[in-house]
């Protein structure tokens, strides 16, 4: 029950901070494109997607950490805990200069390779403030972030990150009204940054006494850190390539416009992130401690994660474009109404969600080693293909933006394919089709969800609270229809799914007898 508990705190937690975060993330973009345009917002953007890149530094230590720390939290190994944690924290250390170094080189180069009239002390002190918050990140509170990951107590980083970021958000609102110029706004961030980093260490020192960073560094427990950073830097390209791409070929207003919508969708997709968090680290201790057990679970998690997840893109395709029209009415600088961006970035985000279970396995199992050069073939052709694609539809069509987003699809169909077909002949001992019966199943109900809604005569999506309406809506019938006929067709699931109900009922039900 305590598992079950810090999965409901979890869940519920991510959820309530995903609301926030959502509330904020619609008012903040729109008071700042008109408060400071396009072309401010496509450079903040572009920063962030490099330091995004400096990340790399970290060497794939954060994913060898997590699944290193799975079985000996599993087993209550404490002396082991201390041992991965302690190496993890001389890595960061030694980390935490280099990236100071990447930052200084970025202030003073940056701001000559775009072309921009945002003055040059204003980009410098930008990069300097954004990059700030990386290098404390390194230096104090990187890895009890990720021991409390492994731990399951994601509803402790979700609720310190929620009021963060709501303190953040309401600062910035005030700034922005108060007409300050936008270095303050990062000045902002970074203070409250600070408080950040203050209470992890607070939490940590109450309830880990028995933690011991300088305990003898386990560094075999994090070996396949190497392996790991080819796979992060995969990520790193497929996830953050497209923002950089259109910075060198085409422009910031463009990037502006990519970054909006991409900002919208990934709230969506934060969400989803944010419940399967949940019980993720649970599922990973299973699989080091009881992999008999894990395969059980795996069919529902694969089927229900795989519902939730097309199921609320499917309500997203539906109301992005509408909420665009209002978003960014009387914006003049750029054209945000792309006609056949939702499409596209909904095809790239399903896809992502479709191999999440599979690729999770992945993780699990550590085939870090194993499956390196997959990403980086992935990467590869992400890369290309959108380069060249940007430039193809920059020149026929005036907007490149459509090319990113068809690199990353081709990209998605080759590596999708791989993960699944991988996860399930060498890790989970069954044919592929039984993840692609789910696939076909969860397209079909998505089009034919988008189609009935078309269908529906006289919508009035005019205002924010009718689009609110709708959307509530739609996504319970979504919801609803997803459950149910994946219940039906994936029975093996459903009989899981009710089992572990049935005995958190009767395990409270009889706690509760005990006390009276």
């Known amino acids: 029950m305590k598992t079950t508990k810090k999965s409901i705190y ?29 072309e401010t917002n496509g450079f903040l953007s572009s920063v962030n997607q490099l330091y995004v890149y400096l990340t790399l530094l970290e060497a794939g230590v954060g994913a060898a950490t997590v699944q290193a720390l799975y079985g000996p939290i599993g087993r209550g190994d404490r002396d082991k805990i201390s041992g991965i944690i302690s190496a993890t924290n001389k890595f ?61 107590k994601q509803y402790i980083l979700t609720n310190i990150t929620t009021i963060i970021h709501l303190l953040t958000s309401i600062t910035k609102i005030v700034l922005i009204y108060c007409g300050l110029n936008i270095i303050w706004l990062q000045v902002a961030h970074l203070v409250f940054t600070l408080c950040q980093i203050a209470y992890y260490a607070y939490y940590i020192n109450k309830h880990y006494k028995w933690l011991n960073v300088k305990a003898q560094p386990d560094e075999d427990a994090i070996s396949q850190k190497n392996s790991a950073l080819l796979h992060q830097l995969a990520q790193m390209v497929f996830n953050h390539t497209d923002v950089l791409i259109l910075t060198l070929f085409t422009n910031l207003k463009i990037v502006s416009v990519y970054v909006i ?16 968090s949940g019980f993720i680290y649970k599922l990973g201790q299973i699989y080091n401690t009881d992999k008999p057990r894990y395969l059980r679970m795996f069919e529902a998690y694969e089927t229900y994660y795989m519902a939730l997840s ?32 939702p499409l596209m970035f909904i095809a790239y985000k399903t896809m992502v969600c479709g191999r999440a ?40 069509w005036g907007n490149g933006i459509y090319g990113v987003l068809v690199g990353t699809i081709v990209a998605l169909l080759y590596r999708s394919n791989d993960m699944i077909i991988y996860a399930n002949k060498h890790l989970l001992d069954r044919s592929c089709w039984v993840t692609y019966r789910k696939w076909v199943l969860d397209i079909a109900l998505m089009a034919g969800l988008v189609l009935l809604f078309n269908l529906i005569p006289n919508k009035d999506l005019s205002s924010y609270w009718t689009i609110i309406l709708w959307a509530a809506g739609a996504a319970i019938v979504s919801l609803g229809v997803y459950f149910v006929l994946n219940s039906l067709f994936n029975r093996k699931a459903y009989l899981q799914i009710k089992s572990y109900a049935k005995d958190i009922i009767s395990s409270r039900f009889n706690k509760r007898r005990i006390t009276q």
Request: charged share 10%; glycine share 8%; with cysteine.
């Open 310 to 341: 097309f199921a609320l893109y499917a309500v997203t395709y539906m109301f992005l474009l509408p909420f665009m029209r209002l978003y960014t009415a009387g914006i003049t600088d750029a054209n945000y109404l792309l006609e056949w961006l």
């Open 357 to 396: 279970a599979c690729g999770q396995t992945v993780s699990f199992a550590g085939h870090f080693r194993q499956t390196q050069w997959r990403s980086v073939l992935e990467a590869a052709i992400n890369l290309v293909i959108s380069i060249i694609a940007v430039i193809l539809c920059d020149l026929y």
């Open 10 to 38: 979890n869940i519920l937690f991510g959820v309530l901070g995903q609301i926030v975060t959502i509330a904020f993330g619609v008012i903040l973009p729109r008071l700042f494109l008109v408060s400071y345009g396009s």
């Open 261 to 276: 919508y991409n900002t919208l969708v990934d709230m969506i997709s934060t969400l989803i992130g944010n419940i399967n």
């Open 92 to 152: 960061y250390k030694r980390t935490g200069l280099v990236y100071m170094a990447g930052v200084a080189v970025l202030a003073v180069g940056y701001p000559f390779v775009i072309q921009s009239d945002i003055p040059h002390l204003t980009q410098v002190a930008i990069i300097l403030l954004l990059g700030g918050s990386g290098v404390l990140n390194y230096f104090f509170q990187a890895k009890y972030r990720l021991l409390l990951q492994a731990e399951g």
